[in-house]
C-alpha cells in the first residue's frame, strides 16, 4: 500500500523508535484498504443494477407460460401484473448482493456469462421473498405507499384479494427455483435457505407485530435485548445472510465453518441496516424514500423509542408515553421533537459509525481458510452506510 504525505506526517515516533500513535495508523491502515476493496463506481453499479434488471422479463415469462397456467389465461394475465407492480422500484440490493457475492467468490475460471445469468435469476428470487414479505407487512400495518406507489393492497381492483397474491409470488419463486435450479447439488440447500429465512422472518415479524399491539402504554419489553431480537429476525436474515450464502452455495461452497462466519457478520451488517431504517422511518424525506414512516404511528420498537426509553426523564416520559402510538400529526410531531431533544440524531450517527467500524475491523482478521474475501463484506457496507432511503 502507499502510504500518503498526510499519513506519513502523522506518524510521530518516539526516541526509541517506537511508533507512538498505534490507534491512528490502525484506523487509516483500516480505512485505505476499505476504501480500496470498496472502490467500486457509480456508473459500474448503475450498469449492474441495469443487466439485472433486464433479466426480470424472462423470469415472470418463465412462470406465467407454465403450462398448468396457461389453461387458464386470464390468471397468467394477472400473474404478471402482480409480479410487474410488486418488483418493480426499490434498490434491488438484495438481489445486486447475491450477483456480487457470487462474482467475488467463484473461481475466475468458472465465471460465465450463463453463471452470471444464473445468479442473477438466484437474485430475482430474493427479490421475490423481499416483494412477497412486504406486502404482507403492508397489510399488516395498514401502510399507504411503497416505493412511491399505492401498496399493492390499496388498489380498488386488489383490496384484501392481496392476501392470496401474496401466496402467488412466494409460489413463483419456488417454481422459478425449481425450474432454473432444480438439477444442481446445492437445490436442497437453496430450498432450505430460503425456508429457514422464511420461518425466522416471520418469527421477527411476530415480534414486531405483537409489540405495536401490546396492552396500552406497557412499554416493558421496550428493551435493547427485545429491539435486538427483532432486528435478528425480522431484518438480519433474509436482507444480508440469505444473498450472501446463496452466492457461497451457487460457488459450491458449503462448508460449515464459512457458512457460520458468514452469518456472524451478516447480522453484524443487518443490525446497522434496521438502525438507519428506524431512523430513515421518522426523519427520512418521503419524496426520497417513497414511503410514509409509521413507526410511531404504529408504536414500533425502534431503535429510537428505546434509546429515548432509555435516556427520558419522568417528564419526558410522560410526553412520550402520551404520544406515542398515536395517529395525530401533533403527537406525532411531539415524539420527532423529543427525539431531538433527547440528542437521538446525534446519537444514532455515532452509533452507526461504530457499528461499520466494528464490522471492518472483525472482516479484516478473517481465518484464512473460509475462503470469504473481506471485500464480500465490505461492498455490502458501502451500499448502506449513510444511506437515506
Known amino acids: 500500500m502507499n502510504l500518503s504525505k498526510h499519513f506519513l506526517s502523522k506518524i510521530v515516533k518516539r526516541s526509541n523508535g517506537v511508533f507512538s500513535d498505534h490507534n491512528y495508523i490502525l484506523s487509516i491502515l483500516r480505512s485505505n484498504s476499505c476504501k480500496m476493496a470498496t472502490n467500486v463506481s457509480i456508473s459500474e453499479r448503475q450498469k449492474e443494477k441495469e443487466t439485472f434488471q433486464d433479466v426480470l422479463p424472462n423470469v415472470i415469462q418463465s412462470i406465467v407460460t407454465i403450462p398448468k397456467l396457461i389453461e387458464v389465461p386470464e390468471f397468467s394475465v394477472w400473474m404478471k401484473k402482480v409480479l410487474e407492480y410488486n418488483l418493480a422500484g426499490g434498490k434491488k440490493n438484495r438481489g445486486l448482493i447475491t450477483v456480487q457475492a457470487y462474482e467475488m467468490l467463484e473461481k475466475p475460471e468458472n465465471i460465465t456469462e450463463e453463471s452470471l445469468r444464473q445468479s442473477r435469476i438466484m437474485g430475482w428470487c430474493v427479490e421475490m421473498l423481499q416483494a412477497y414479505l412486504l406486502m404482507t407487512d403492508d397489510i399488516m400495518d395498514g401502510s399507504t405507499t411503497r416505493r412511491g406507489v399505492p401498496c399493492w393492497f390499496r388498489l380498488p381492483e386488489v383490496g384484501l384479494g392481496a392476501v392470496n397474491d401474496v401466496i402467488l409470488v412466494y409460489t413463483a419463486m419456488m417454481e422459478v427455483l425449481k425450474l432454473h435450479f432444480g438439477d444442481k447439488n446445492e437445490y436442497t440447500h437453496i430450498v432450505n435457505s430460503f425456508n429457514e429465512t422464511l420461518m425466522f422472518t416471520s418469527l421477527g415479524q411476530h415480534l414486531d407485530y405483537t409489540m405495536a399491539h401490546r396492552k396500552k402504554n406497557d412499554y416493558s419489553l421496550f428493551t435493547i435485548d427485545r429491539y435486538n431480537a427483532i432486528v435478528k429476525y425480522k431484518t438480519s436474515y433474509y436482507t444480508f445472510k440469505l444473498p450472501i450464502c446463496l452466492g457461497m452455495l451457487l460457488a459450491n461452497n458449503t462448508d460449515p465453518n464459512s457458512h457460520k462466519i458468514a452469518e456472524e457478520i451478516c447480522l453484524e451488517i443487518g443490525h446497522l441496516f434496521q438502525m438507519q431504517d428506524d431512523f430513515i422511518d421518522c426523519f427520512g424525506s418521503e419524496s426520497v424514500t417513497g414511503k410514509a414512516g409509521t413507526d410511531i404511528q404504529e408504536g414500533k420498537c425502534s431503535w429510537l423509542a428505546v434509546t429515548a426509553l432509555q435516556r427520558c426523564n419522568d417528564a419526558q416520559k410522560n410526553v412520550f408515553v402520551s404520544c406515542y402510538g398515536s395517529k395525530e400529526p ?60
Do not use: C, S
Not at 365 to 370: R, S, Y
Open 330 to 389: 401533533a403527537h406525532v410531531e411531539r415524539i420527532q421533537r423529543l427525539y431531538e431533544q433527547l440528542g437521538l440524531p446525534k446519537m444514532y450517527r455515532e452509533e452507526e459509525r461504530a457499528r461499520y467500524d466494528a464490522v471492518v475491523e472483525r472482516v479484516q482478521h478473517l481465518p484464512p481458510n473460509t475462503n470469504l474475501p473481506p471485500e464480500l463484506f465490505l461492498r455490502t457496507l458501502d451500499m448502506i452506510y449513510k444511506r437515506q432511503q
